[in-house]
């Protein structure tokens, strides 16, 4: 199984490595405001080190991103069987048409008699209070208009445990700890399955899913050797970074501040 993953992996780092590839320091906005305090709180010494450190928070936000969308469009529906719910797909199979139904992802149909609903969530930290509201709610709705014909939803959290989840996912299923939030109990329909045990759940109880697909994308990595690539290439960065900044640099080597926020806004 896992050597399904390792191309689909490979593909996906080359798209990444493709952003750092075609990225130019001009396409990438400064903050005048936060640039001393990231020069001053990472200790860099030349804008060569800044242009590293906002490259590299730059890119982990798509980095982040995408992974999420490799598990959610390409790992889940051609490794593990789930039923990606697209458009074209909703609107072809009713009743996931239904506005109530975009915030389950996937259906499973090869794990119990009845089809289980899955949405996916990334990390304890993915939905905060205002989404967790939204989740009860249409979940309610489902479960009144479709109980007979699913077995359970599932909410499946890639990353983490369920003993660091945060109470989000409890109200989510309609238990209030604290706080009274306008949230139904369907806590008897709704699951939360996290880290090792989602991964386990969605492959027929296998245990070792989450080692199998660690695998696939070290021996991925190992077969693109794009470690090297990479370091040339933010070293490139940096230096592009540092030249077109640099005439920002006073002749006691600190950094003129006002300049580069006059330069920025005017």
């Not at 409890?170 to 939030?181: E, M, P, T």
Request: charged share 20%; net charge neutral; proline share 2%.
């Amino acid at each position: 199984m896992w050597r399904r993953y390792v191309t689909r992996s490979c593909g996906w780092v080359n798209n990444r490595m493709n952003k750092l590839r075609t990225e130019r320091h001009d396409t990438m906005s400064l903050n005048p405001f936060l640039a001393p305090i990231l020069y001053d709180l990472h200790n860099a010494e030349n804008f060569a080190e800044l242009g590293t450190l906002l490259l590299a928070g730059h890119l982990m936000t798509g980095h982040s991103t995408g992974f999420g969308k490799l598990a959610d469009e390409r790992l889940l529906p051609n490794v593990f069987g789930t039923h990606k719910l697209t458009s074209g797909y909703r609107s072809k199979n009713v009743p996931f048409s239904a506005s109530y139904f975009n915030e389950i992802d996937h259906v499973i149909t090869h794990l119990s008699p009845k089809p289980i609903l899955l949405s996916l969530k990334t990390s304890r930290w993915t939905i905060q209070l205002t989404a967790a509201m939204e989740l009860n709610a249409a979940f309610v709705k489902i479960i009144e208009k479709h109980i007979d014909q699913f077995e359970q939803i599932v909410v499946g959290v890639s990353i983490g445990n369920a003993a660091e989840l945060s109470d989000k996912y409890d109200i989510l299923r309609g238990i209030n700890r604290g706080k009274n939030h306008d949230v139904v109990d369907i806590q008897h329909h709704v699951h939360v399955l996290a880290g090792r045990s989602f991964w386990a759940w969605i492959n027929a109880g296998e245990q070792a899913t989450q080692d199998w697909i660690l695998e696939g994308i070290l021996a991925g990595l190992h077969e693109s050797n794009y470690r090297k690539e990479g370091h040339l290439l933010l070293a490139s960065f940096s230096k592009a970074f540092n030249r077109s900044y640099d005439k920002f640099k006073k002749d006691d080597g600190t950094i003129d501040w006002y300049a580069l926020l006059t330069s920025i806004n005017g």
